[in-house]
């Protein structure tokens, strides 16, 4: 008897045999670039989604850690890699289209070839549990009272916490000192060491490890179902709306034929219910997106960007 089980089991197969008269792909391991630490949520959807991707090109996939300058050294590596389908890179949004506005970056949106978005977690501003500042409107009060005193710690320049900051500013007339660090956990350990003030990290990676921190506001279009007692920053009165989108791209210049079975495995991984179980249980919410769709939502995106950077740059803001 054939099951809905099996039809899918052999579908997945199906990725792994190429066709006839094509050469045989992969020959060697898949790798995926990360560019933050290990332990980060990026690197631990990348993790889930290297190992559901194993089973579907019948290969072995390794993800390497490459951090700094806010996701650029990945970025810029994939990029600049030989366009066979071998390697692949994590990408964040929006720092993967505010880099190359800030600066003179080693790699631009047409560098890759996108396969989906996976991920969607609202950038949270969170402080020590022992904290004095009980809400967001202590934490400005504080801030406004103290210019340039209190320090505000995020994964990167140009990264969706860090631009809720910049926002925030822009907004308020507050002024903070911007402090950055190289993924989730050196975060966590600066708010519990009292190294930082507050510090921007996404929800889902706050609440991982929950103990000693009490979050004040999170930029997520309404509240999260994970942390339904966290208001969004609209509520509170700020038009801001922030949030961490994770996807996989390729190399631009992957031959089609590879491209495509890249494409379809994504797929069916993004709506796999054991993935979406591992999302989920990161806090943080499936939002699947076709590659092409992605790309080019993130291209109409990139003009609002490049708006936001003439009237309020960022860069160490």
Known sequence: MITRRTVLAAGGALLAVPALGQPRWPDRPVEIVVGFVAGGGTDLD???FGRALEKRIGGTVVVTNRPGAGGELALSSVARARPDGHTLGTTN????ITIPIERQAQFKLDDFAPLGNLVKDPSAITVGAASPYTSLKDLLDAARARPDQLTYASP???TDDHLQLVLLQAQTGIRMTHVVFQGDPQLRTAILGKQVDCMGLNLGAVMQVPDGFRILSQGGAARSRFRPDVPTLKELGFAVEMASERGVVATAGTPPA????????TEDIARDPEFVRQLEARFTEPAWEPGEAWFARLRAQEADYRGLWQRTPWAQR
């Not at 949004?93 to 993967?96: D, N, T, V």
């Open 46 to 48: 990348a993790r889930s």
């Open 93 to 96: 949004f929006p720092s993967l």
């Open 258 to 265: 590879i491209l495509a079975r890249l494409r379809e495995a």
């Open 156 to 158: 990167g320049v140009g």
